[in-house]
């Protein structure tokens, strides 16, 4: 596609439901990174794929986060038994992924509310 | 671990006034360090980057440069219009791993006035 597409835009839930938030990289990226901003804080990492796989998961704040990627493309990142401390706004970026010096591209994110 | 720290913002200045928003680093080795933009309703996009020591990254009108005798990338701008109206994010790359991973500050938000 012409840009990361994120899905949906904006998520309403109740506390303790589960749910699942979506990223479509640009087309050939390998590289693709999930980040939490939350209000008045800067964007906090949570996870790495190169491909289908996962070597940097050390940003996910507890075991009700996981991920996962398929087909080296699209990601699911879902957080499990929300709590109200959840609500963010997840941002999916990806690239090219060679090195250290490459340029990421963001999606516009998901709105999580947890009421 | 590795950090950013930007000034807190917001920042608010008159059309065609001088822009500054500091950003300092604490890194082990040398990274790569980066300015991103947000614009209202927008994602994040580069704005411009610097990969060593005493280059200085540049764009729209933007400049930064990597200081690595005092660990900062402030980012400058001449004269700013209303349109930079954008929350602004240093960042640096993380070394470890050669994942492409990227470390930012809190952001600094800047409202310019006409």
């Known amino acids: 596609g012409a840009g990361v597409s994120q899905s949906p835009s904006n998520k309403v839930t109740e506390k303790g439901k589960d749910v699942e938030l979506r990223c479509d990289p640009i087309?050939?990226?390998?590289?693709l990174y999930w980040y939490r901003q939350s209000l008045g804080q800067g964007l906090e990492f949570l996870i790495y794929?190169?491909?289908?796989?996962?070597?940097?998961k050390s940003g996910l704040p507890s075991d009700r986060f996981s991920a996962e990627r398929t087909g080296g493309s699209v990601s699911t990142l879902t957080i499990q038994r929300t709590q109200q401390e959840d609500s963010a706004v997840y941002l999916c970026?990806?690239?090219?992924?060679?090195?250290?010096?490459?340029?990421?591209?963001f999606g516009s994110g998901t709105q999580l509310s947890v009421l | 671990g590795d950090s950013v720290t930007q000034m807190e913002g917001p920042v608010t200045l008159s059309e065609e006034a001088f822009l500054t928003i500091n950003c300092t680093y604490t890194?082990?080795?040398?990274?790569?360090l980066f300015w991103y933009v947000q614009y209202p309703g927008e994602g994040l996009q580069l704005l411009l980057k610097?990969?060593?020591?005493?280059d200085k990254g540049s764009n729209k009108g933007f400049e930064a440069t990597y200081r690595k005798e005092t660990t900062s990338f402030h980012l400058e701008k001449g004269s700013v219009q209303v349109s930079d109206s954008a929350v602004y994010f240093c960042?640096?790359?993380?070394?470890?791993?050669?994942?492409?991973?990227?470390?930012f500050g809190q952001g600094t938000t800047l409202q310019v006035k006409p």
């Open positions: 960042a640096l790359s993380d070394m470890a791993g050669n994942t492409g991973k990227l470390i």
């Open positions: 794929f190169q491909g289908n796989s996962a070597p940097d």
């Open positions: 890194a082990t080795g040398y990274p790569s």
């Open positions: 970026a990806s690239s090219l992924g060679q090195g250290t010096n490459e340029k990421l591209f």
């Open positions: 610097a990969t060593k020591a005493d």
């Open positions: 087309s050939g990226h390998t590289a």
